[in-house]
């Protein structure tokens, strides 16, 4: 592959082309909550990085996103991404090649990430998937997990949304919790900066400026407010 051909491969990161609609023309797919899923990330990476493991489990990796970026930060240690949908995981092959994805595995890990997993359970079956979980961790070994916060309107596609007391009771039958923190309260100013009914914020330096104020602005919150839930959890002996 010569420098030209390299140049093109790069570009690959992303299948670009399906960035463009024919029938009504399009040339923008607009993810109204990137933002929030972005700062998500950044807050699981920033536990990640106070923590020591080896080897980490991403399950319900669905496309491939967040396990990508943790290889991408910590290039140096074993991360696996798995997922019941076939589907998902040739999108997660074919964005992230160089990341290892699997529909299940029996490997034992230092640590997992359970990404917006939990409330995709099915009532009757979120006990034998935590201890599905636990039981592919390795002994002293942490769990960060986020959900929804029950302040939100439960989806369609969700069995169920949490508060404070409802995940710890269900993560207690397996895990020590270590925290719960409320986080992300509602951000209509921001959210209609990058984009509402007539356009999608596309100023490169505006945009990085209301994420970083997003970041610094609704981080914590309360019961009362906050939109998410994220969890820190070791497994028990």
């Not at 002293?140 to 916060?149: A, L, M």
């Amino acid at each position: 592959m010569d420098k030209t051909q390299r140049f093109q491969e790069e570009e690959y990161s992303f299948p670009y082309h399906h960035a463009v609609e024919i029938e009504p023309f399009s040339q923008t797919k607009y993810v109204w909550w990137g933002y929030r899923y972005a700062h998500r990330i950044e807050m699981t990476l920033a536990e990640l990085s106070k923590r020591t493991w080896n080897s980490l489990v991403d399950i319900g990796c669905g496309d491939g996103k967040l396990t990508y970026e943790i290889t991408k930060r910590f290039p140096n240690r074993r991360v696996v991404g798995t997922d019941y949908s076939e589907r998902s995981l040739r999108f997660a092959k074919a964005f992230c090649p160089e990341v290892e994805f699997l529909s299940q595995t029996s490997e034992v890990f230092d640590s997992f990430v359970l990404m917006e997993v939990l409330e995709h359970i099915p009532l009757g079956e979120v006990d034998s998937f935590l201890h599905s979980v636990s039981a592919n961790l390795k002994p002293g070994g942490f769990g960060i997990i986020t959900v929804p916060s029950d302040n939100l309107p439960l989806q369609d596609k969700h069995y169920q949304h949490f508060s404070d007391t409802t995940l710890r009771t269900v993560l207690e039958k397996h895990f020590t919790v270590e925290r719960i923190d409320y986080a992300q309260t509602p951000a209509p100013t921001i959210a209609r900066l990058l984009a509402n009914r007539f356009f999608i914020l596309n100023y490169q330096p505006l945009i990085s400026y209301l994420y970083r104020q997003y970041t610094r602005t609704h981080m914590h919150a309360t019961s009362k407010n906050g939109q998410q839930l994220f969890a820190v959890v070791v497994k028990k002996n």
